[in-house]
């Protein structure tokens, strides 16, 4: 990357709801800029209308009502996702080539902010093997048939690698309507469900929310 622009990261907020293709569009054309040394690393902040998108692993059998919401095929990793007010949507445009070539670590440390984010709040967010994301036990909840413990998601992480550099992101659930989720199985997973700040009953507000990543985001990948 062009020294001008190695040590900066660029932090946007898109106000109200982004449209979806557009705001796709607009990344691409940001992480062809970061890929040239023509711009530098970014993280925009935003909301969605109510939508699904199918990552490059999604199953058909798993977009339960298709007429619900517009379906947008992202071409990130993983299956079906839902989107919408209430949700934070963080994508995430990060070279690659100098903070290290390593999906796997890189995905590692997108879960670790999110975990340590909302540490700030008081939750006990964790990784599960084999499910990609951010989880929460539901003590208070039935458990499974076999016994254990229920498990809801609460964040979700999906992203696509072009020239080394970083896109789409991670979803935070401040305040959605879960309902909403019902139209998907939520990245194929049907054991399990999703929460939200506000359903754990957290009157986190977005603010609050971003002042963390940002904060986080200093200690999980700037260290």
Not at 49 to 78: C, E, I, K
Request: aromatic share 8%; glycine share 8%.
């Amino acid at each position: 990357m062009n020294d001008t622009f190695a040590d900066h990261l660029e932090w946007t907020h898109l106000p109200g709801l982004s449209d979806y293709a557009q705001t796709l569009a607009a990344m691409e054309a940001r992480v062809a800029e970061i890929a040239k040394g023509t711009a530098p690393e970014a993280i925009w902040l935003l909301e969605h209308p109510p939508l699904y998108t199918a990552g490059t692993s999604a199953a058909p059998a798993d977009l339960t009502q298709p007429d619900r919401f517009a379906v947008h095929y992202a071409g990130r990793g993983g299956q079906y996702t839902y989107h919408g007010p209430g949700q934070r949507v963080v994508y995430v445009m990060l070279d690659l080539n100098r903070r290290g070539r390593d999906i796997r670590c890189f995905v590692h440390n997108m879960e670790s902010w999110v975990i340590a984010t909302l540490g700030e709040f008081g939750i006990l967010a964790e990784r599960r093997a084999g499910r990609v994301g951010v989880w929460v036990t539901r003590p208070e909840k039935a458990p499974l048939p076999d016994g254990t413990l229920r498990e809801d998601k609460i964040a979700a992480i999906g992203v696509k690698i072009r020239r080394w550099v970083s896109f789409h992101g991670l979803s935070i659930n401040v305040e959605p309507d879960l309902t909403h989720f019902e139209g998907i199985i939520p990245c194929g997973i049907r054991d399990h469900g999703v929460t939200s700040l506000v359903d754990l009953g957290l009157p986190v507000t977005m603010d609050d929310l971003d002042l963390a990543l940002k904060r986080q985001f200093i200690h999980t990948f700037d260290n």
